[in-house]
Nanobody, 124 residues
Framework: QVQLVESGGGLVQPGGSLRLSCAVSGFTLVYYGIGWFRQAPGKEREGVSCISSSDARTYYADSVKGRFTISRDNDKNTVYLQMSSLKPEDTAVYYC?????????????????WGQGTQVTVSS
């Protein structure tokens, strides 16, 4: 049974940092592309940062470039999203997602398996 479980969300002040984790089970992480997505109230779900399975190519949305870093530890079956210099507009529910065959990185419809999400709130 495929499972993805996010953790690490919370309330942080502007300029602060958080590290999100996505623990996966039921499949071998090394063979899957993984993505972090977010959805704010009233907005569509958007791709934040994604990493491919084979060559570890990464993608970052323009809004997070230079501030967020995605990484994967295949031995621990865990994917991380290090978020720094957080802004109020980063406030959203963050989801991790996985798929074996990703053609278009960070496009939500390309990913079949999703976690339940973790809330990130950036506010003073």
């Amino acid at each position: 049974q495929v499972q993805l479980v996010e953790s690490g969300g919370g309330l942080v002040q502007p300029g602060g940092s958080l590290r999100l984790s996505c623990a996966v089970s039921g499949f071998t992480l090394v063979y899957y592309g993984i993505g972090w997505f977010r959805q704010a109230p009233g907005k569509e779900r958007e791709g934040v940062s994604c990493i491919s399975s084979s060559d570890a190519r990464t993608y970052y949305a323009d809004s997070v470039k230079g501030r967020f870093t995605i990484s994967r530890d295949n031995d621990k079956n865990t994917v991380y999203l290090q978020m720094s210099s957080l802004k109020p507009e980063d406030t959203a529910v963050y989801y991790c997602a996985a798929d074996r065959w990703v053609q278009r990185m960070c496009v939500p419809s390309e990913y079949d398996y999703w976690g339940q999400g973790t809330q990130v709130t950036v506010s003073s």
